[in-house]
């Protein structure tokens, strides 16, 4: 147990060693730690206090005492150690700290754990950043004034403060960013203006960026970190709302002490609205550029001291200037000519001293010395009565000025020009008009028309508005019409107008004038005298010819008839246009003397006459006849109207002679060689082709082109700027008829190197209307002897085609005339008074028989014509002749002759005119005579069968009467039955009586009395059936109408007696007429017959007479069954009836119309079926 | 013995009065001037047995008349005096016994006076 109690002593010593350990331990760190704390609590910059805890009663903290304070603690107090320690904080720092501090207090030590805070003291004017840590029953607080820093981060928020202000009112927003960090800070301005909700992260920005800029950006970007180049980049963004803004970005990069970059300070500034400007002024400045350019008006501007001047390009280009150079005022203004100069800058200085605006047009001399026209107008902008700036422009007018001169030229030449000129405006008064104009319209001076109105000046007064409405619609016009002069009188004029539009687009309407009365007068009378021809061509077959001599020595065949087809061979067609080819046909031994004949006629006025031959082909002669008259027309040119009568046996057929007169071939070539010289001279052409209207063309075979002048353009409706300038152009326009004929006709010019003559037709292309143009050329060749090139002329002959194409119908209806006349065996006479003789053609030798042989020269002496005459018709044809003869009217008559050799009666129609003459010797008549023995036979025929007709007619009257007599005999049978009753029955009572020896006179007289009565009434019976039976024909008896009409009562008694009533209104005066008794008994009998076979049962019959002195009227009316319309108009047809047959002829009435005729009276009759039928016959005495 | 009695129907006025007068002397005639009258006679003397007609009246034809009577009375014997030649009418009335006989104007006194008597005597059986 020692031992245990040994163990247990030594392990309790260790352990107590151990202890003791231990505590030496700890207090020597907790001598060290208090060590460490004074050093701290000494040497801390920052305030280190003990405070020691007073408790109250229950235990509650009261306050607390200072235990120690440190060196930092005592100087921010301001207080010695002495005065604080054992004190209070309420002693130390005054009352109400411990109220202040107590909530901390309270807090560090219900948690025991330290506790960080920032207070200001107000005692001591402090911010103290303090930690307090409770140790037992005391605490340490240790802290820092933070006074100055709390000032001063202040001052620095302030300061942020204003610069964000400055920055958002800059629109600046700033950034940085960190590199070494790779932070980014943004502004709030920054934040605010790109939308941002705060401060974005680098996926935002990057986001924001456009896609196609980010690499860009970053590349930029990278450079600026890296340095020394600053960061500057415009680039768009997109913001977080969606809204695109341009933005440039300018960034600073900040180095640090060593010189490494660590920052990158920038600003963004949002452009987006400085680019959209830039770009519209942009925009507006090419604009105005272009518009300067365009306009070519040039721009400049003094400014400032007004030394120096700005200039546009275009005022730069005008001076000639390159677009570097520039110009002070002066020297602008020493650009302008010479004498320009002073004007220029008088007018400059006072738009400068007085603000006085200017514009004038001047000569500036370029760079290059071009001399040219210039405007300007100049603008002071004044401000408080001085000028700051003179702007203005300045165009070159130059072109204008030089159709400004050619204007003057222009109207001078139309002031002085013989034709009219004048425009019209769109309101359609004059605005001008040249002399000529006015003096043709016989006005005094130009003036006098300018703003009145064309209505004054056209016949038509309509012409004026609807030419307008022409022009406005197809551009120009040109024609003829009737204007009127100042006096009224009228006058023809040529007119060519057109649509134009002046400087201001308004429409204008010039047109060119020629009076041209002349030549419709002697149009006119052209067509009067062929009017003439036409009258005579009728009548005469043969050639008619009117040629004319024109006092140049130039002739034209103006008409020829067909007859010169037939008889020498020539188309009229072609003989008019190119009357050579008759010359040709000329025999040569004549021409001389032919043409000889033609002077002296035309010399000495006297009437013409030739024999020539005509050489047709085979040297066929034949010998034509020729006379005419010479008659003198205004252009001072002669005209024959002839007759050529074929004079040679008429049998041949045509052929065609071609010889070209030489005097007429050189005429025409000299004319073309004329027209082809002019061609080298376009000025004195143009004159002339303004009157002939002759275009010139020339085509080059090697290049194929061609080359026109203005008036082909104008004839063929081209514009020039139009034409292809190549040989297609003719091509295309000739009408697809003419074309290959025209074209082959061109080769064979070429080739064989002949003269072109040709005639074409083509489309004008403006108008659209059919055109003929007559086109000459002749070839030109190189030194071979090859054609190189055709050259000549055109010319439109539309007017002469058309005139002969109207000659041609006329002429064609000739033709006609002709035929018929040789169809109906027409012989054409030539009657000279003077010598009696009349000259023959072939047929009316042949009608009369005459041989040809015993008149050699056709002359046939007018009596041994008048032998061959019928003696019965001798006189009234000489007389008539003679008629003729002496007043010059056309004669026509018709007569018999008995032919010599056959002894033939023919029937002659004769029909002749006087030649017109002026002079008394020669009288002649012109005629045609045919035989018309045909119709006169014809007409005898006629004659004989009409009479034929009446016989047969006089016997149907007769046979009708028969029939008639036929119904009367019936009648008068049964009409004498009773009076023969009555004679019986007389007779026989009589005789009784007698045989009683019973005669008492009274009875006997009443026996005699029937006697009697009955052998009246039997002798008037008979009586009038004499009067039927008369056949007399005279119609000169005198017709008592009321007893006729009585015996035909009579006649018809048994059918009306007892059955019609018979009603006589018979007049009271005399009813004589004169006629035929048996006839009109005929007529009456048979319309009293029909009346009463027209009443069935019963009726009536008004028989009633009317007379005056000059006729007498028979009305028969009854009321039977009628006529039927249809019937009506038949009645008076023989053999017209209604009855069956056996029961009328149907004659009745076309024989009482027959004789009513006879007697020269009318019949007519009016019906209403079922209801009256009336005749009424009118007899006029 | 008592003469027969006899009716003549005639519109002419002279006619009745001369065969009045005529046949007179044998018979006992009355007289009508037209087809109505005559038929009235008749009506009031039934012992008229009788008749001779015109043919040619106004109103009533002889033919009209007789054709009437028969149809208005028995026993009658009738013929026709007339100007008229025997038309295809007449002669269907005396093949039809309508009429005995026919005599033609002018009158033959004897011939008709034959006929009646004949006609009497038929009667009288």
Redesign the interface.
């Known amino acids: 147990m020692e031992k245990s109690n040994a163990n247990n002593d030594s392990s309790i010593k260790k352990k107590l060693q151990e202890a003791n350990k231990k505590l030496s331990y700890y207090k020597a760190r907790v001598d060290q730690l208090e060590d460490l704390q004074y050093q701290l609590f000494e040497n801390l910059a920052d305030e280190v206090h003990v405070w020691e805890l007073i408790r109250d009663e229950t235990g509650e903290i009261k306050t607390w005492k200072l235990s120690s304070a440190n060196h930092t603690a005592l100087n921010s107090w301001g207080k010695t150690e002495k005065e604080v320690i054992g004190k209070t904080t309420d002693q130390i720092f005054g009352k109400g700290s411990t109220e202040k501090f107590m909530p901390i207090v309270k807090t560090i030590f219900s948690n025991q754990k330290p506790h960080r805070w920032i207070k200001y003291f107000e005692a001591s004017d402090q911010y103290l950043k303090m930690s307090s840590t409770p140790l037992g029953e005391k605490f340490i607080s240790t802290g820092k004034d933070i006074t100055d820093e709390i000032i001063l981060n202040n001052k620095l928020k302030e300061k942020s403060d204003l610069l964000n202000k400055a920055e958002e009112m800059s629109g600046q927003a700033s950034w940085k960013y960190n590199i070494q960090t790779q932070e980014w800070s943004f502004s709030d301005n920054w934040v605010k203006i790109f939308g941002f909700s705060k401060s974005p992260t680098t996926e935002e920005l990057i986001k924001a960026l456009n896609p196609a800029d980010l690499e860009h950006v970053r590349e930029i970007f990278q450079e600026a970190i890296k340095g020394p180049k600053n960061y500057s980049l415009e680039h768009e963004i997109t913001l977080p709302n969606g809204e695109k803004k341009w933005v440039k970005d300018s960034a600073k990069l900040q180095h640090s002490i060593d010189g490494e970059p660590i920052l990158l300070v920038g600003i963004t500034r949002d452009i987006t609205k400085e680019r959209e400007q830039t770009k519209e002024l942009k925009k507006s400045k090419d604009f105005l550029t272009r518009i300067g350019k365009i306009a070519k008006v040039g721009g400049w501007q003094l400014e400032g001291d007004f030394s120096r001047v700005y200039l546009t390009d275009v005022t730069k280009e005008i001076y000639g200037l390159s677009k570097d150079q520039e110009l002070n005022t002066d020297q602008a203004i020493n650009f302008y000519h010479p004498d320009d100069i002073e004007m220029v800058t008088n007018l400059v200085s006072s738009a400068i001293d007085k603000g006085e605006s200017y514009e004038f047009e001047a000569r500036l001399i370029s760079r290059g010395g071009k001399e040219k026209w210039v405007y300007s107008r100049g603008e002071p902008d004044m401000k408080d009565g001085k000028c700051v700036r003179l702007s203005g422009i300045i165009q070159d007018i130059s072109e204008r000025k030089k159709s400004d001169n050619k204007m003057k030229m222009l109207t001078n030449a139309l002031e002085h020009s013989l034709n009219g000129f004048d425009i019209v405006d769109e309101h359609g008064k004059f605005i001008y008009v040249n002399k000529a104009h006015s003096r043709m319209f016989g006005y005094e001076e130009p003036s006098d028309i300018i703003g009145t109105t064309p209505k004054d000046l056209t016949v038509d007064p309509e012409f004026a508005k609807n030419l307008v409405n022409r022009l406005n619609e197809k551009k120009s016009f040109i024609g003829e019409l009737k204007a009127k002069r100042k006096n009224g009188t009228e006058f023809d004029i040529l007119m060519y107008s057109r649509l134009d539009y002046d400087e201001f687009g308004n429409k204008i309407y010039p047109s060119s004038t020629i009076d041209i009365t002349e030549r419709k007068q002697y149009e006119r009378e052209l067509i009067e005298s062929e009017r003439k021809y036409k009258n005579i061509a009728d009548n005469l077959p043969g050639i008619i010819l009117k040629y004319k001599l024109n006092p140049d020595g130039t002739d034209q065949l103006i008409y020829a008839s067909d007859g010169l087809k037939d008889i020498i061979g020539v188309n009229p067609k072609d003989a008019v246009f190119d009357n050579s080819l008759l010359w040709n046909k000329t025999h040569r031994e004549d021409i001389k003397e032919f043409k000889q004949s033609l002077i002296d006629s035309a010399q000495n006025f006297t009437p013409w006459k030739f024999e020539t031959r005509i050489v047709l082909p085979g040297n066929r002669i034949k010998w034509i006849d020729f006379r005419g008259t010479p008659s003198k027309q205004k252009d001072k040119s002669i005209i024959w109207d002839t007759v050529g009568l074929d004079i040679t046996k008429r049998k041949e057929a045509e052929f065609e002679l071609e010889q070209v007169n030489s005097n007429l071939e050189n005429l025409v070539e000299e004319r073309a060689q004329k027209a082809i010289k002019l061609s080298k001279d376009l000025e004195r052409y143009k004159l002339a082709s303004e009157h002939s209207k002759t275009g010139l063309w020339y085509y080059d075979i090697r290049t194929n082109e061609l080359v026109w002048d203005d008036t082909m353009f104008e004839l063929f409706g081209v514009d020039e700027d139009e034409f292809s300038g190549a040989y297609e152009a003719w091509e295309t326009s000739l009408h697809p008829e003419d074309l290959e004929e025209n074209v082959k006709a061109l080769q064979t010019t070429i080739q064989e190197k002949i003269d072109l003559n040709i005639l074409f037709r083509i489309k004008h292309r403006k108008t659209g209307e059919l055109r003929y143009i007559k086109g000459k050329g002749k070839t030109e060749a190189d030194e071979r002897g090859n054609t190189i090139a055709v050259f000549g002329i055109n010319y439109d002959v539309t007017k002469e085609m058309t005139l002969a194409k109207e000659r041609e119908k006329i002429i064609s209806k000739l033709e006609i005339y002709q035929m018929a006349a040789k169809n109906a065996q027409v012989g054409i006479w030539v009657f000279d008074v003077k010598k009696q003789k009349t000259k023959w053609d072939d047929t009316l030798f042949n009608i009369y028989e005459f041989d040809f042989e015993d008149y050699p020269d056709r002359y046939i002496p007018l009596n041994e014509f008048m032998s061959i005459v019928l003696p019965e018709d001798i006189k009234e044809l000489s007389e008539k002749l003679q008629k003729s003869i002496e007043t010059g009217c056309p004669l026509d008559v018709m007569f018999r002759i008995k032919t010599q050799k056959t002894k033939q009666i023919k029937f002659i129609r004769s029909k002749g005119e006087v030649q017109e003459t002026k002079s008394e010797e020669l009288l002649s008549l012109y005629g045609t005579n045919w035989d018309v023995t045909k119709e006169m036979q014809l007409a005898i025929e006629k004659e004989n069968t009409l009479n034929q007709l009446k016989e047969t007619q006089a016997q149907l009257i007769q046979s009708e009467k028969m029939a008639s007599l036929g119904v009367l005999t019936a009648g008068v049978a049964h009409e004498l039955n009773n009076p023969l009753n009555y004679i019986a029955g007389g007779f026989t009572a009589l005789e009784q009586n007698f045989k009683e020896n019973n005669l008492n006179i009274d009875e006997a007289s009443e026996y005699l009395s029937w006697i009697k009565t009955g052998t009246e009434r039997a002798t008037n019976i008979v009586k009038s059936l004499n009067l039927f039976s008369r056949s007399s024909e005279s119609h000169t008896e005198v017709c008592n109408v009321h007893s006729i009409l009585d015996d035909c009562l009579l006649m018809l008694t048994h059918r009306f007696d007892g059955k019609i009533k018979i009603i006589k209104k018979y007049t009271e005066y005399s009813d004589e007429i004169f006629g035929n008794i048996g006839k009109l008994h005929q007529v009456f009998l048979n319309i009293l017959g029909n009346a009463m076979d027209a009443i069935k049962t019963d009726g009536e019959i008004i028989i009633e007479t009317k007379s005056t002195e000059n006729y007498l009227k028979v009305h028969i009316k009854d009321n039977g069954k009628g006529i039927s319309t249809e019937n009506l108009s038949k009645v008076f047809d023989p053999f017209f009836t209604t009855k069956s047959p056996g029961f009328g002829t149907g004659l009745g009435l076309s024989i009482t119309h027959s004789i009513v005729s006879e007697h020269n009276g009318k019949i007519k009759i009016t019906s209403k079926q079922n209801s009256q039928t009336t005749v009424k016959i009118h007899f006029n005495k | 013995m008592k003469k027969e009695k006899v009716l003549y129907v005639d ?2 006025h ?2 009745l ?3 009045k ?2 046949l007179g ?1 044998n018979y006992d005639v009355t007289i009508a001037k037209s087809g109505h009258e005559a038929l009235d006679k008749l009506e009031k003397d039934p012992e008229i047995k009788l008749v001779i007609s015109d043919m ?4 009533m034809n002889g033919l009209q008349f007789i054709k009437l009577s028969t149809e208005r009375f028995q026993n009658k014997k009738y013929f026709m005096l007339s ?2 030649a025997i038309t295809e009418e007449i002669q269907n009335a005396i093949d039809s016994n309508l009429i005995c006989n026919y005599f ?4 033959n ?1 004897e011939e008709i006076d034959n006929a009646l008597k004949k006609e009497c005597e038929q009667l009288g059986d």
Do not use: S, T, V
């Not at chain 2, 040619?56 to 109103?59: A, G, S, T, V, Y």
């Not at chain 2, 033609?104 to 009158?107: D, E, L, R, V």
């Open positions: 519109d002419e002279i006619n009065l001369i065969l007068k005529i002397k040619k009246m106004p109103e100007g008229f033609q104007k002018p009158a006194f």
